[in-house]
């Protein structure tokens, strides 16, 4: 398989609450080594005109639909979907995109903002809905800014965000374990880093760019998995897209170690296996229970019955950080 990693959800310019041009963007993407980059503006499309390969990083340009509540990623559209601020059914926002030939990702869904720091919360509200191909498991922005309390825990792990992230939030994956017991078709996870590079002011001294793209764009990575190599053409947007649809994807925070080409996660006829490219603590959950925990480079079993499995890998630097999370495989 071929592993490229790269980075989802981010604003430009062309957000209200965005700074930076794709060009300094891309800039960023290209020094820290990300494969592609998916830029998602609110309700707009408008980085689709810097779509493709620049360098060694491939741009793509989807859509952050974001009223007050409910921000869903649409990609592969060509228009933007223009929801009204106070929509409140998100159904209708992912039918709309369904319709125009796209598909689309639930952001943030368990955001609760930092009401000390003056962050609003942008919880993902209504989960009676359908026809969305995921959701967002590890988001940077939700992770790191719980771990704002007070100047001092700001000011270290504004430093040093990569040591202060705690991995996917608990309801999130119980939730996303739910879903996908007895669903037919499961709903694969994205990473994201929701980088806006906005200046904020806190506690009227400290004044911070939340996140410079070349700290953002280092920790959470989605890395996608292809049988063949990106051709290096126009046409290996809709495959990256592909593989986050399908769910040929795994997440990572890669500031520690990139996992970059080690990680095997198989899951077929009685056997599941686990590769990863360095010792670490790595648990294996079946239907949402865990079944085995082990410090190792990888775990193999045999006998396994059928259910749905995923995996989370933690590596050691000092303690344990959350490092990989696969998606889910189903063996029949
Ligand atoms: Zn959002
Ligand atoms: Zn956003």
């Known amino acids: 398989m071929f592993d490229y990693s ?194 904020k002011k806190y506690f009227k001294f400290i004044k911070a760019k939340i996140f410079p793209f070349d700290v953002a764009f280092r920790t959470i990575r989605t890395h996608i998995l292809l049988e063949e190599p990106l051709s290096r053409k126009k046409e290996d947007i809709g495959r990256v897209l592909e593989a986050l649809r399908l769910g040929s994807s795994y997440i990572s925070n890669d500031y520690f170690a990139d996992p970059k080409g080690g990680f095997v996660f198989k899951v077929s006829k009685g056997k599941v296996s686990v590769r990863v490219p360095r010792r670490a603590l790595i648990k294996i959950i079946k239907d949402g229970k865990k079944i085995i925990e082990k410090i190792s480079d990888g775990i193999e079993i045999s006998g396994a019955e059928k259910g749905i499995y995923r995996c989370e890998i933690f590596l050691k630097k000092y303690f344990y950080h959350p490092w990989i999370f696969s998606n889910p495989i189903r063996m029949d």
């Not at 957000?15 to 592609?36: H, K, M, Q, V, W």
């Not at 030939?101 to 000390?116: E, L, Q, S």
């Open 6 to 199: 790269g980075c989802i959800h981010m604003h430009s310019e062309y957000s209200f609450d965005g700074l930076r041009t794709p060009e300094e963007i891309i800039s960023s993407a290209n020094s820290c080594g990300l494969d592609y980059i998916i830029i998602t503006d609110h309700f707009s499309l408008e980085a689709k005109k810097y779509e493709g390969w620049h360098r060694n990083t491939l741009l793509i340009a989807g859509e952050e639909i974001s009223p007050n509540k409910n921000h869903y990623l649409a990609f592969n559209i060509d228009k933007a979907v223009i929801a009204d601020r106070t929509e409140s059914n998100p159904q209708n926002y992912i039918d709309d995109v369904n319709r125009a030939g796209g598909f689309g990702f639930i952001a943030h869904p368990d955001h609760i903002g930092n009401r000390k720091f003056g962050v609003n919360p942008y919880t993902w509200i209504n989960w009676d809905i359908t026809g969305y191909s995921g959701f967002s498991v590890w988001d940077l922005q939700t992770d790191w800014q719980e771990t704002l309390k007070g100047p001092l825990t700001a000011v270290m792990s504004y430093l040093f965000p990569a040591y202060f992230l705690k991995g996917p939030k608990k309801e999130t994956l119980e939730r996303w374990d739910k879903i996908n017991i007895g669903a037919e078709q499961l709903k694969y996870g994205i990473g994201e880093i929701d980088n806006h590079e906005a200046v």
